[in-house]
């Protein structure tokens, strides 16, 4: 299988939100598509892994603005997709805009999605704190780093 990971199209926003909408964790969360939508909006950087055909199999937004610069705001793959690596390389690239400007790269997890957790320990983000009860009561959001070094020591790209 070959993945291409570029921008996303109008389009592919809208596959991601429906794909969002209808799986966990943004079940879980009560999260409607329109609301999904809303989070895929600019001036989020957005990335699509789509195969060889066009097919879709997962989208992630990158925001680098803020003190927390450097935030995967949202990593979707399709259910058909999942455990083929999908999310890895998505995750690599965003990490490859990301280190260019940061030496931070920031991820929220729900408490009760342990696969995504995993994934995103082995990929050598730390878990730095717990948001309790953040996005709904019940579930925490576990804020995860990784790093290259302090921002004191970090110049940016050319």
């Known amino acids: 299988m070959g993945i291409l ?13 429906a794909a969002m909408a209808s799986t966990d964790p943004w ?11 809303s989070v895929l909006e600019p001036p989020k950087e957005i990335r699509i892994a789509v195969e060889d ?3 879709p199999l997962g989208l992630i937004a990158i925001d680098m603005r803020g003190l927390v ?3 995967i705001q949202t990593v979707v793959v399709a259910a058909h997709a999942r455990g083929r690596g999908v999310g890895t390389a998505l995750i690599a690239a965003a990490e490859q805009e990301i ?5 931070n790269a920031f991820i929220c ?10 994934l995103y320990e ?7 704190g717990a948001l309790t009860d953040f996005v709904v009561a019940g579930h925490d959001e576990l804020l995860l780093r990784k790093t290259r070094g302090p ?3 970090f110049t940016p790209a050319p």
């Open 53 to 55: 055909d066009g097919t």
């Open 122 to 128: 082995r990929l050598g983000y730390a878990l730095v």
């Open 99 to 103: 280190f260019c400007e940061s030496p």
């Open 69 to 71: 610069r450097g935030y």
């Open 5 to 17: 990971i570029r921008a996303a199209t109008d389009a592919e926003l809208e596959w991601g939100a």
């Open 27 to 37: 079940i879980t969360l009560g999260r409607t598509a329109e609301q999904c939508r």
């Open 109 to 118: 997890v729900s408490s009760f999605n342990q696969e995504a957790r995993r």
């Open 151 to 153: 921002w004191q020591l």
